[in-house]
């Protein structure tokens, strides 16, 4: 697994004021836009919490912060991993979100999503992405 570039995590890092003032705008537009565009994704979501897009906005904001120490983000990552296999995550539902989530961020801050900072979130979204994968696919062979 490779590392993140420096530029993304000063990027992602400085983002985190927006992410926290217009997550949850952010979150509520990304489920939006994937339920449209993937409607398959739906049943993913059936049990979720009436407050997921908050959860996720935090969980958002919260990679932002640590995004240098991600270390600190192990319990969440692991339990986002468990919970991913117990709904039915898989691989290829990433880009999907993924597409969704860049095209929400670009959506909810307009000019201020610069190019440089689309490219940022892409990349630090298919990181932490390829960690989740990983866990998730030890889990599902587990099962």
């Not at 992410?19 to 993913?44: Q, V």
């Not at 009436?50 to 983000?73: G, S």
């Not at 390829?130 to 866990?135: E, G, N, P, S």
Request: with cysteine.
């Amino acid at each position: 697994m490779g590392t993140l570039s420096s530029q993304t995590i000063e990027i992602c890092k400085a983002t985190a004021p927006v992410i926290a003032e217009h997550g949850e705008a952010i979150t509520t537009r990304m489920y939006e836009i994937l339920f449209n565009d993937y409607p398959e994704t739906k049943a993913l979501f059936s049990d979720a919490p009436e407050n997921q897009h908050k959860k996720l906005a935090a969980a958002i904001l919260a990679y932002a912060e640590n995004i240098d120490n991600l270390a600190a983000l192990e319990g969440a990552v692991n339990a986002m991993a468990q919970r991913h296999v117990a709904t039915g995550v898989k691989e290829e539902h990433y880009p999907m979100v993924g597409v969704s989530l860049l095209q929400a961020i670009k959506d909810v801050l307009g000019d201020a999503a610069t190019d440089e900072v689309l490219e940022a979130w892409k990349e630090a979204y298919f990181f932490l992405g390829d960690v989740l994968i990983a866990k998730e696919k030890a889990l599902y062979a587990n099962a």
